[in-house]
């Protein structure tokens, strides 16, 4: 089993979108043996649902947001994961921080950098769509698919899955 965590700064935007897309392209892609889940640097909106827009969004491109629970993440949450992706640099300075040990550090990626485009273009962070309006959640979305996918084929190559 590999068990991958998304994160971001509060649980409700980006890394609940990053993975809600995930599990169903790996659903997709047949790879049972990846679990995914979110967490929230911070613990402010732990226990609440998704941002209203992050849920509409996903309902508009046809993924369930609906049963999101923000969580903050944990230290020890490190011992049971294999790769942690990051939305921005601020989360994974914060995330490296908080790891005990360095090999838990170095489980800390961003999650853009599975998109080749946004390698190329040196874009690699998912900018915070809280203060923006329907299209910025709409960027948002577009740049996690793109990410997950990218992430999937790395995962199915991984596992030797086709």
Same mark, same amino acid.
């Given at each position: 089993?590999?068990?991958?965590?998304?994160?971001?700064?509060?649980?409700?935007?980006?890394?609940?979108?990053?993975?809600?897309?995930?599990?169903?392209?790996?659903?997709?892609?047949?790879?049972?043996?990846?679990?995914?889940?979110?967490?929230?640097?911070?613990?402010?909106?732990?226990?609440?649902?998704?941002?209203?827009?992050?849920?509409?969004?996903?309902?508009?491109?046809?993924?369930?947001?609906?049963?999101?629970?923000?969580?903050?993440?944990? %230290?020890?949450?490190?011992?049971? !994961?294999?790769? @942690?992706? &990051? +939305?921005? *640099? =601020?989360? #994974?300075?914060? $995330?490296? /921080?908080?790891?005990?040990?360095?090999?838990?550090?170095?489980?800390?990626?961003?999650?853009?950098?599975?998109?080749?485009?946004?390698?190329?273009?040196?874009?690699?962070?998912?900018?915070?769509?809280?203060?923006?309006?329907? %299209?910025?959640?709409?960027?948002? !979305?577009?740049? @996690?698919? &793109? +990410?997950? *996918? =990218?992430? #999937?084929?790395? $995962?199915? /190559?991984?596992?030797?899955?086709?």
């Amino acid at each position: 089993m590999i068990r991958i965590a998304m994160v971001c700064s509060g649980n409700i935007c980006r890394s609940p979108m990053a993975e809600i897309v995930l599990r169903a392209l790996l659903q997709e892609a047949g790879l049972e043996q990846v679990e995914v889940s979110s967490s929230g640097t911070g613990g402010w909106h732990a226990g609440d649902g998704a941002d209203p827009r992050t849920v509409a969004v996903l309902r508009q491109h046809g993924y369930d947001g609906s049963r999101h629970v923000a969580r903050q993440f944990e %230290a020890a949450d490190f011992a049971s !994961l294999d790769l @942690v992706l &990051a +939305a921005d *640099r =601020g989360h #994974v300075r914060e $995330l490296r /921080r908080a790891a005990r040990r360095v090999d838990d550090a170095d489980k800390v990626r961003l999650l853009r950098e599975f998109d080749e485009a946004a390698v190329d273009a040196g874009t690699l962070e998912v900018d915070d769509p809280w203060y923006g309006g329907a %299209a910025d959640f709409e960027r948002c !979305l577009r740049e @996690v698919e &793109a +990410a997950c *996918r =990218g992430l #999937v084929a790395h $995962l199915a /190559r991984q596992t030797g899955a086709h």
